[in-house]
């Protein structure tokens, strides 16, 4: 049954939707191998998103919604203009810095892409930066935005791989901080090669004192969540009502940016995408009963010999094929696939599932930057009206920066694991 991983794959290749294709697959499969099997299907399927953390999907879905339309972005920008804008390359630190703000918020890449990238491509365009790289700055820097906490590819791996949600929110911390940085550097040194810079006074500390005022009730939430779920107060799940409360408070009262009206369209964006996602988890709960009851990961493992004993060996592999993967398969497909997969190989080996679910997060929202799916670079190329291969001279240097980082985060497991010991212990 092995071979129908290849199927699989092709049905993919050809544009058949995600969800579809793994349950058809499965259901094949049974009624090859037996089709009394097919008594499963809808248990399966309900078993699969019968699960009180999912509860979180559409909560900070409907966080960021409301958050994306209520000027919260605005304000980051301008806090982040405040620090970095004066440096070498200040305006695309500028969208790397709101990028993580603003990941923090909402947890989502084409969020942030939007929504910086809207705001931010203009005024770079404007101040003299070469659009190809303005517009490749903002996809790439948008990456960080399902590796900093909140996070939905991070719950959904934790559903899958009954690991602590909580656990992976910490852990993601320090590998988006990574990427941001590394993006800030290969700025920093396109910005002193091409003489970008805004300004040549940097912002005193009365300045950005006020510059943070106006931003500091965005920023302090991530801080809420983190902290409410490393102090016990509330649970990951309940950590997302305590984000939609505080969004509503935020936009509604404080910034005073949305009204009631805007909650219908908000609520409907809402109920899409996370009918589309429950959708996935289910056929993806039952491709992983599939999978287990046809010893599949097994079969893998044999296939693979000695390199499976290896950590090194096969997180190289796993890296290798989930970057080729992630070039045409979303981030949330590509996590529902393969978990099932590679998680029994990873276990094996005897490597941390808490360090992998970041690796996979890492390695597969750079594929969110490549061709041919990309979906934050048509994001982008769409504001800033260019196609997207002229975006590649400016964007293979900032791919090769965040594969530097996926290196250190697969090789070095502190990096992942030594906040999660530190505050869970």
Known sequence: MIWLIGVLFVLILVGAPIAFSLGSISIFGMLLSDPELLVNVPRKLFSGIDNFTLVAVPLFILAGEIMT????????????????????GGLAMVVILASMFF???????????????????????????????????????????????????????????????????????????LMGLALMVYSYIVGKKMNYRSSDRMATLKEIAVGAKDAILALIMPLIIIGGIVS?????TESGVIAVVYAIIIGMFVYKEITIKDFWPILLDTAKTTATIIFLIGSASLFI???????????????LGNVADSPIMLLLIINIILLIAGTFIDTISAVS???????????????????????M????????????????LFVTSSIAQI???????????????????????????????????????
């Not at 005024?123 to 939905?152: H, L, Q």
């Not at 016990?232 to 990951?236: H, K, P």
């Not at 696939?337 to 690796?359: E, K, N, Q, S």
């Open 69 to 88: 339309k209520g000027g919260i972005s605005k304000r980051l920008i301008d806090f982040s203009k405040t620090i970095v804008g004066p440096l070498p």
């Open 103 to 177: 990941s923090a918020l909402t947890g989502t890449a084409i969020a942030a892409a939007a929504a910086i990238g809207g705001m931010m491509i203009p005024a770079m365009n404007k101040e003299g930066y070469d659009v190809r790289f303005s517009s490749s700055i903002v996809a790439s820097a948008s990456t960080i935005g399902p590796i900093i906490p909140p996070s939905i590819v991070l719950i959904l791996y934790g559903v899958i791989a009954s690991v602590s949600i909580g656990d992976l929110f910490i852990a993601g911390v320090i590998p988006g901080v």
């Open 232 to 236: 016990g107060v509330f649970t990951a």
């Open 289 to 303: 009963w599939f999978l287990s009851y046809h010893s599949i990961p097994n079969q893998i493992i044999d296939m």
């Open 337 to 359: 696939i393969f978990t099932p997969l590679f998680l029994p190989l990873v276990l094996a080996a005897g490597i941390d599932p808490i360090h992998f679910g970041i690796v």
């Open 361 to 376: 997060s890492v390695n597969l929202t750079i594929g969110m930057v490549t061709p041919p799916l990309g979906v934050c």
């Open 387 to 425: 196609s997207v291969p002229r975006m590649f001279r400016y964007l293979i240097p900032q791919i090769i920066a965040l594969i530097i980082v996926l290196i250190i985060v697969t090789y070095i497991p502190d990096v992942v694991l030594f906040p999660v010991e530190l505050f869970v212990e």
